[in-house]
């Protein structure tokens, strides 16, 4: 397992911009690029969604359709960082976004839609999109 750090959010207007950064460390950190990472998030009151994954080399990516065209998942792996860049906020992206880490070898779609395969989590960090 590695930890992960999420840092970035804040608060912003809605139309606004934040990027979000999920950093690694940790004892099996070599093998960072060998891990799938995924974005999600949890408003008060709903259930944890997944937002958006890549695969280990970055080669590939999947993004719930409530962010396709508005966010964009990216990787770093001789950093050890992932990031989110989030455009056109909306009041309803408003929630705690978690970073997570998979040695699962499924594909990005699955990835997303099987959090449970993740072995490492953020402690989260705080988006609020409001005027």
């Known amino acids: 397992q590695v930890q992960l750090v999420e840092s970035g959010g804040g608060l912003v207007q809605p139309g606004g911009s934040l990027r979000l950064s999920c950093t690694a460390s940790?004892?099996?950190?070599?093998?960072?690029?060998?891990?799938?990472i995924g974005w999600f998030r949890q408003a008060p009151g709903k259930e944890r969604e997944a937002v958006s994954c890549i695969s280990s080399s970055g080669g590939s990516t999947y993004y719930a359709d409530f962010v396709k065209g508005r966010f964009t998942i990216s990787r770093d792996n001789a950093k050890n960082t992932a990031y989110l860049q989030m455009a056109s906020l909306k009041p309803e992206d408003t929630a705690v976004y978690y970073c997570?880490?998979?040695?699962?070898?499924?594909?990005?779609?699955?990835?997303?839609?099987?959090?449970?395969?993740?072995?490492?989590w953020g402690q989260g960090t705080q988006v609020t999109v409001s005027s």
């Open positions: 940790g004892s099996t950190l070599r093998l960072y690029g060998l891990y799938g």
């Open positions: 997570a880490a998979t040695g699962a070898m499924i594909g990005v779609a699955q990835m997303c839609n099987m959090p449970a395969r993740f072995d490492s």
